[in-house]
């Protein structure tokens, strides 16, 4: 009995190697066929299978943010469309500098919500406003569920990425200069300028982008990672260990 496999719709079967050798028109045909086959099914699982977030069914998803939810859903119920209004597409949430003293790297991310837009529900995005101090750092992380375009607007920086064969992708910006970061590789912003603060805009193809700084997500789980995992991991001491930590905020 030959193994099969299915995809949704599809099914195809592996063949023994000596039924697809094109040594008659016949068997060239039946090549091209299985070639064929392949292809659709790859084209298939890409296209449909492989997709960000859903997309929505109708104009529209306003979030319905008041009040408690009894149950949880994959994004924010939606508010009655008779009951839209432009306001539910709009927001002021960007237009004010944060505070990057908050932290000592002397960054602040500002991102657009369900709360504070409702309109972009179900819309796939996310806008961030990226106030970055002098020499400030937004750390080397991750957005496990989307791609990231980041435009310059003040200032000067080096951003990067690295590639999972662990290749280094930087480059300075200019004001104006825009630069893209793949889905889920790890990359940074570093502002350049030792006194002047720079202004940065970034959209991102998920509602629910996720971050993840490689170095808390290492240093400052809760619970811990066993001490020997580290050590092993970044060839240091327990007592690096502790350091890394205590400086983290672990």
């Given at each position: 009995?030959?193994?099969?496999y299915?995809?949704p719709?599809?099914?195809?079967?592996?063949y023994?190697?000596?039924l697809?050798?094109?040594?008659?028109p016949?068997?060239?045909?039946?090549?091209?066929?299985?070639?064929?086959?392949?292809?659709?099914?790859?084209?298939f699982?890409?296209?449909?299978?492989?997709k960000?977030?859903?997309?929505?069914?109708q104009?529209?998803?306003?979030?319905?943010?008041?009040?408690?939810?009894?149950?949880?859903?994959?994004g924010v119920p939606?508010?009655?469309?008779a009951?839209a209004?432009?306001?539910?597409?709009?927001?002021?949430a960007?237009s004010?500098p944060?505070?990057?003293?908050?932290?000592?790297?002397?960054?602040?991310?500002?991102?657009?919500?369900?709360?504070?837009?409702?309109?972009?529900?179900?819309?796939?995005?996310?806008?961030?406003?990226?106030?970055?101090?002098g020499?400030?750092?937004v750390?080397?992380?991750?957005?496990?569920r989307?791609s990231?375009?980041t435009?310059?607007?003040?200032?000067?920086?080096?951003?990067?990425?690295?590639?999972?064969?662990?290749?280094l992708?930087?480059?300075?910006?200019?004001e104006?200069?825009?630069?893209?970061?793949?889905?889920?590789?790890i990359?940074?912003?570093?502002?350049?300028?030792s006194?002047?603060?720079?202004?940065?805009?970034s959209?991102?193809?998920?509602?629910?982008?996720?971050?993840?700084?490689?170095?808390a997500?290492?240093?400052?789980?809760?619970?811990?990672i066993?001490?020997d995992?580290l050590?092993?991991?970044?060839?240091?001491n327990g007592?690096?260990?502790?350091?890394?930590?205590r400086?983290?905020?672990?």
């Amino acid at each position: 009995m030959l193994p099969s496999y299915s995809i949704p719709t599809c099914t195809f079967r592996l063949y023994p190697l000596e039924l697809i050798q094109p040594q008659t028109p016949k068997r060239l045909l039946l090549l091209h066929t299985i070639i064929i086959m392949a292809s659709f099914i790859l084209y298939f699982f890409l296209i449909f299978m492989v997709k960000a977030d859903p997309d929505p069914l109708q104009d529209y998803c306003i979030a319905q943010t008041q009040g408690s939810q009894p149950f949880f859903v994959n994004g924010v119920p939606c508010l009655n469309p008779a009951d839209a209004s432009p306001s539910h597409f709009t927001t002021t949430a960007l237009s004010k500098p944060a505070n990057t003293a908050t932290n000592p790297l002397g960054f602040n991310v500002t991102l657009t919500t369900t709360r504070n837009l409702p309109g972009m529900n179900t819309l796939g995005l996310t806008m961030a406003r990226i106030d970055i101090a002098g020499n400030g750092l937004v750390p080397p992380h991750t957005h496990p569920r989307a791609s990231e375009v980041t435009i310059l607007i003040k200032g000067s920086l080096l951003v990067g990425f690295v590639d999972t064969t662990n290749r280094l992708f930087t480059q300075q910006l200019r004001e104006g200069d825009a630069f893209v970061f793949p889905k889920g590789l790890i990359h940074f912003l570093y502002n350049l300028d030792s006194k002047a603060p720079a202004l940065a805009i970034s959209g991102l193809t998920s509602q629910n982008p996720g971050a993840q700084l490689a170095s808390a997500a290492t240093f400052t789980t809760k619970p811990s990672i066993p001490d020997d995992i580290l050590k092993k991991a970044f060839q240091i001491n327990g007592q690096d260990v502790s350091r890394i930590r205590r400086n983290l905020g672990g």
